[in-house]
C-alpha cells in the first residue's frame, strides 16, 4: 500500500504540500488530480525518494527498486538508441535482455528500437520512458502525466496497457489533469489544490457526493464547485 | 557489480556517438603525429618534445572533460535521477563512468609513446605516470561534474581550470614564476618527466652545443621521477578529498 499522512513540504518560504494525507490500495490505478503547480510532481518525487519531506510520514510498501518512474523530464539517454536506453536498464536490474524487445513491443516501438532517441517525437519518447518504467514488472508504478502530448489513438494504447499492469498486481499511482482519464482509469482518485488534498474517493462516489454525476461522471464540475479553479490547462 | 557493468557499456554505446569527446580521443595523438613527423625532420628532439606536450595536455584535459561532461550531462537531463531510483548506487555510478575513462585514455597513450618512439624501460615509465596522469584528472573531473548543474555550468567551470593545467606546463620555458606553479601540478610534473624521458636531463640542465657553447635548458630543474610521481600522486590525493567534499555536500541524486 501506498500512503502519506499529514505530509508537509515546503520550498524555502513557500508550503507546497500541507497536511496532505491519502493511501492507495496495493493492485490499484490511483489518480492525483489537478492543475499545474498543486504539487502533484512533488508528492511523485517524495514517494520516489527524489525529495524529502519535511514532515508527515510516508511508505510505498516496498524496495525502490521494485518501483517503475516515469516522469514529466524523462532522463533518457538522447545519443543512444531506444534499445541501449532499454539495455541500460535491463543490465541494472538483472532482468533478461530479451523483454527490452517485449517492453517495446508494448508501447509500439518496435520499429523505432534502433532509433536514437533525439530522432524520436516527444510522443515516442514518451512511450520509451513508460517501456523502461514497467521493462522490470515493478510492484508500483508512478507516472507523472502519462498521456500528455500523446495523440488519442497511443493515449488509448497507453490506457489499455496501465490497465494490464494493474491486472497482473502491479499499483499504478499516476498524476493528470485530464479528468476523463481519471474517470475511466482510475479506481480511485485524489484531487489536489495548492498542496492541499481537497476530495478523495472513487471518481463515481466522489461525483455523486458532489451532485456532479449526471450522465455521467464529472469530475471537473468538482473540482470547480470546491476549489473555484478550472483543473485543465486552457492553451490559446 | 551489474550497475557498474551497466554503466561502463552504456559509455561505450555512447562514446563513438559523443563526437566532441570522442574526436578528442583521436585529434590529439594524430595532431601530435603530423606536427612531429614535420618537425622532426630537422630536429628530432623538438618533435619529440612536441608529443610529449600533446600527451600532457590530452592527460590534463580529456579524462577531465568526459568525467565533468558525463556527470553534468546527467544531472541536466535528469537521467541521474532514474539511475538512482533503479538502484545504482553513487560510487557504481562513479566506478562505472571513471573505470571506461581510465581504460580508453590507454589507447592514446599508447600512440603517443609509439609516435615518441618510447620504448622498454621508458615505455613503463610513460605509461605509468600517463596513467596516474589520467586518475587526477578523471578524479579532479568528477569533482567538476558534482559541481555542474548542468553541461554549460561545467564547461564554465573546467575550461579555466583546464587552460592552467595545459599551459603553465608549456610556459614554464619562458618564466620562472609560472614554471614554480608548474612543479606543484600534476600535468607540469608529467610534463618535466616526460620530456627527461624522451630528450634527457639536458632538457633541464642546458648543455654544450656544437660549436661549445653552453646553451640553457629549456625547462626549470627537474627534481627526478621519484619527485614527480610523488607530486602527481598528491594531486590526485588532493583532488579525492576535494571529491569527498563536493560529494558530501552535493550528492549524487540527479
Not at chain 2, 26 to 52: H, K, L, T
Request: charged content about 15%.
Amino acid at each position: 500500500m501506498i500512503y502519506m499522512k499529514g505530509v508537509v513540504k515546503r520550498f524555502g518560504e513557500k508550503v507546497v504540500l500541507n497536511d496532505v494525507s491519502f493511501e492507495a490500495k496495493d493492485g490499484e490505478i490511483f489518480g492525483l488530480l489537478g492543475p499545474s503547480g498543486a504539487g502533484k510532481t512533488t508528492i511523485i518525487n517524495i514517494l520516489a525518494g527524489q525529495l524529502q519531506a519535511d514532515g508527515g510520514s510516508h511508505d510505498i510498501g516496498t524496495n525502490l527498486m521494485h518501483t517503475g518512474l516515469m516522469l514529466e523530464q524523462d532522463g533518457l539517454y538522447a545519443r543512444l538508441s531506444c534499445t541501449e536506453n532499454l539495455n541500460l536498464f535491463a543490465r541494472i536490474y538483472g532482468v533478461p535482455l530479451s523483454k527490452v524487445s517485449q517492453s517495446l513491443e508494448a508501447v509500439g516501438l518496435t520499429e523505432a528500437a534502433k532509433k536514437p532517441v533525439n530522432k524520436l517525437s516527444k510522443g515516442m519518447r514518451q512511450r520509451l520512458a513508460l517501456a523502461r518504467a514497467i521493462l522490470h514488472e515493478p510492484k508500483v508504478l508512478f507516472l507523472d502525466e502519462p498521456t500528455a502530448n500523446l495523440d488519442p489513438n497511443t493515449a488509448i494504447g497507453i490506457h489499455k496497457l496501465i490497465r494490464d499492469l494493474r491486472d497482473r498486481g502491479s499499483t499504478v499511482f499516476l498524476t493528470t489533469h485530464n479528468m476523463d482519464e481519471a474517470v475511466n482509469l482510475c479506481n480511485n482518485v485524489a484531487l489536489l489544490h495548492r498542496g492541499a488534498i481537497v476530495e478523495y474517493g472513487q471518481p463515481a462516489e466522489i461525483c455523486e457526493r458532489h451532485d456532479s454525476f449526471k450522465t455521467v461522471p464529472d469530475l471537473e464540475a468538482v473540482f470547480l464547485k470546491l476549489t473555484g479553479d478550472v483543473m485543465t490547462e486552457v492553451k490559446l | 557489480m551489474n550497475a557498474v557493468k551497466a554503466i561502463f557499456v552504456k559509455q561505450l554505446n555512447d562514446f563513438p556517438k559523443n563526437m566532441s569527446i570522442a574526436l578528442m580521443f583521436i585529434m590529439y595523438p594524430v595532431i601530435a603525429w603530423v606536427v612531429s613527423s614535420f618537425m622532426g625532420q630537422e630536429d628530432p628532439e623538438a618533435g619529440n618534445m612536441i608529443v610529449m606536450q600533446f600527451a600532457m595536455i590530452f592527460v590534463g584535459m580529456t579524462p577531465l572533460i568526459m568525467m565533468a561532461n558525463g556527470i553534468a550531462e546527467d544531472n541536466e537531463y535528469k537521467s541521474l535521477r532514474f539511475l538512482v531510483t533503479a538502484g545504482v548506487k553513487p560510487v557504481q555510478y562513479l566506478v562505472g563512468l571513471m573505470s571506461f575513462t581510465i581504460i580508453m585514455s590507454v589507447l592514446p597513450l599508447l600512440a603517443f609513446a609509439w609516435i615518441g618512439g618510447i620504448s622498454g624501460g621508458q615505455f613503463a615509465q610513460f605509461m605509468g605516470l600517463g596513467m596516474l596522469g589520467v586518475l587526477a584528472s578523471s578524479v579532479l573531473g568528477a569533482v567538476i561534474g558534482l559541481f555542474s548543474k548542468n553541461v554549460q555550468q561545467c564547461a564554465a567551470i573546467y575550461s579555466p581550470i583546464m587552460m592552467v593545467l595545459s599551459f603553465v606546463p608549456f610556459l614554464s620555458m619562458f618564466n620562472d614564476t609560472v614554471a614554480r606553479v608548474g612543479t606543484v601540478i600534476f600535468t607540469g610534473q608529467i610534463f618535466y618527466s616526460l620530456i627527461e624521458i624522451v630528450i634527457g636531463s639536458e632538457a633541464f640542465e642546458g648543455r654544450y652545443n656544437e660549436y661549445g657553447e653552453w646553451v640553457e635548458g629549456i625547462l626549470p630543474m627537474y627534481s627526478g621521477m621519484n619527485f614527480a610521481l610523488l607530486v602527481v600522486a598528491a594531486n590526485a590525493l588532493l583532488f579525492i578529498a576535494l571529491f569527498v567534499v563536493a560529494y558530501r555536500k552535493r550528492g549524487l541524486r540527479g
